[in-house]
């Protein structure tokens, strides 16, 4: 089956799950959750300090590892034009897909501007860091690139589950209620976005299990988290993995074991092509072995 005959397929399936999604995704709005009476004037050239932070109690400090993953995921979703562009190229912009991607793009939207007011008024980063990353970040137009439809499901289902689960981490780690609001509200949106590639996949993947079988398991050895053109992002990812935002366990036990095993049931799928069982093989015992990593991970002492 072509990329074509699979979206032709498929149409009716995404159409059925824009409407569940429809049917169930709030309307919120980005200013009722961000605790405007902290903001004050910035002046122009002051270097901001992290003791200007303002989390409401006047006693809290905010984790380096938290600050890298509130940096890195507000980048993330600053990035969301060259996402947009993406989906739209291997969808089209017809019927339901079309549909789809342009409510998709507009609920992601939101993202960003709740995460920067956050960060704005409660001065939780470094503005000017900020301002100055998002640019590198936004002309550089780089996101992760799946070759085919076959990938492109699997991976924006991992990506989007991904996503979700740094976010609400990330929210968890914040010690202001107002800050935790917002990224369980984005965590929420997330949530939803993941539900739909997932069953679109899960779709695919009974209408040509060969193909897609191949591009599961491509999606899965290629898979990181979205942060090519973040500015150090190797570094801030060590601090984000290291406080347990997202790891190797994480990715294990929340997004491969209950998604790509238990879900899409890899193992069970039969009447593969040689080349897609080989895939299966080896998709299977790269579960296996990122699972036994984590867990020797998990194991092992911090160092410093």
Do not use: C
Request: glycine share 6%.
């Amino acid at each position: 089956m072509t990329p074509v005959d699979l979206l032709a397929v498929l149409e009716p399936t995404a159409a059925k799950l824009y409407d569940r999604h429809m049917g169930v995704a709030k309307e919120w709005f980005p200013h009722e959750y961000v605790p405007w009476s902290r903001g004050r004037d910035f002046t122009p050239g002051q270097p901001w300090s992290p003791d200007d932070a303002d989390f409401g109690d006047g006693g809290w400090t905010l984790p380096d590892a938290v600050r890298a993953a509130l940096f890195v995921n507000l980048l993330t979703e600053d990035n969301l034009p060259y996402y947009t562009r993406d989906i739209s190229t291997i969808f089209g912009g017809d019927s339901a897909y079309g549909a789809w991607a342009r409510n998709w793009t507009a609920e992601e939207g939101r993202h960003s501007i709740a995460i920067r007011d956050y960060l704005t008024v409660s001065r939780a980063l470094d503005p000017v860091e900020l301002e100055r990353a998002r640019m590198q970040q936004v002309r550089g137009a780089q996101v992760p690139a799946p070759d085919d439809i076959y990938e492109a499901l699997a991976y924006l289902s991992m990506q989007e589950l991904a996503t979700r689960i740094a976010h609400r981490n990330t929210g968890k780690l914040i010690g202001d209620k107002a800050g935790q609001d917002v990224m369980l509200r984005v965590g929420n949106d997330e949530n939803l976005h993941f539900l739909f590639y997932r069953d679109l996949a899960t779709a695919a993947l009974e209408a040509d299990p060969s193909n897609m079988m191949i591009g599961i398991e491509r999606a899965v050895r290629n898979f990181a988290m979205p942060g090519t053109g973040i500015p150090n992002f190797n570094e801030l990812a060590k601090q984000i993995a290291k406080a347990g935002i997202y790891d190797f366990k994480v990715h294990h036990e929340q997004i491969l074991e209950p998604v790509v095993m238990r879900h899409w049931k890899v193992k069970d799928v039969s009447g593969l092509s040689p080349e897609a069982q080989k895939a299966q093989e080896d998709l299977v015992s790269r579960v296996e072995k990122i699972g036994r990593v984590a867990a020797r991970l998990s194991r092992e002492p911090e160092t410093v």
